[in-house]
T-cell receptor, first 112, second 114 residues
């Protein structure tokens, strides 16, 4: 079983819609959760991090964490064509120094 | 804005040759990471440094890969000899310290082994 799982997609949404990206993780004691955006051929860029159950909002982005169900999601409101990228979920399990485990990423396409 | 620097950005080499990648973390960041990302997959940790010491190199193929961070600042990752399966993006990341979670990535080095 992989530490972090994501649906690889591709996920397509029309411009202006809400994009919902999901991630599940295996270590129930995981403490920190991150979303990175990666454009094709580029390196990952941090979007948000979340540590506590519930929602965390930053502009058009909302991260949602449910530790009981072991999932974390990212909502992108008012999706723009520039949001088209691969979104990587990263989790820091409880038993590592600061090692992150990354999912394989979900490819998002926002259609104008 | 401070950034992680990496060079070269692109490297093409033939199998059995040696290659080296360089990384300069954000100033003041004690923890440095080297990841390998194969196309279509997420980054996988190769080695983690805390200052000049290796914290985790359990996934580093030590028969051909080596990494060092001699003065606890910049770092070099070497592959010798390169194999076809080493073609990937090599990413360097840094964080303020091991207890401060957020990792910031450099632009990466795209390696192609022919």
């Amino acid at each position: 079983q992989k530490e972090v799982e994501q649906n690889s997609g591709p996920l397509s949404v029309p411009e202006g819609a809400i994009a919902s990206l999901n991630c599940t993780y295996s270590d129930r004691g995981s403490q920190s959760f991150f979303w990175y955006r990666q454009y094709s051929g580029k390196s990952p860029e941090l979007i948000m991090f979340i540590y506590s159950n519930g929602d965390k909002e930053d502009g058009r982005f909302t991260a949602q964490l449910n530790k009981a169900s072991q999932y974390v999601s990212l909502l992108i409101r008012d999706s723009q064509p520039s949001d088209s990228a691969t979104y990587l979920c990263a989790v820091r399990p409880s038993n590592t120094g600061n090692q992150f485990y990354f999912g394989t990423g979900t490819s998002l396409t926002v259609i104008p | 804005e401070a950034e992680v620097a990496q060079s070269p950005r692109y490297k093409i080499t033939e199998k059995s040759q040696a290659v080296a990648f360089w990384c300069d973390p954000i100033s003041g960041h004690a923890t440095l990471y080297w990841y390998r990302q194969i196309l279509g997959q997420g980054p996988e940790l190769l080695v983690q440094f805390q200052d000049e010491s290796v914290v985790d190199d359990s996934q580093l193929p030590k028969d051909r890969f080596s990494a060092e961070r001699l003065k606890g600042v910049d770092s070099t990752l070497k592959i010798q000899p390169a194999e076809l399966g080493d073609s990937a993006m090599y990413l360097c990341a840094s964080s303020l310290d091991a207890a401060t979670d957020t990792q910031y990535f450099g632009p990466g080095t795209r390696l192609t082994v022919l």
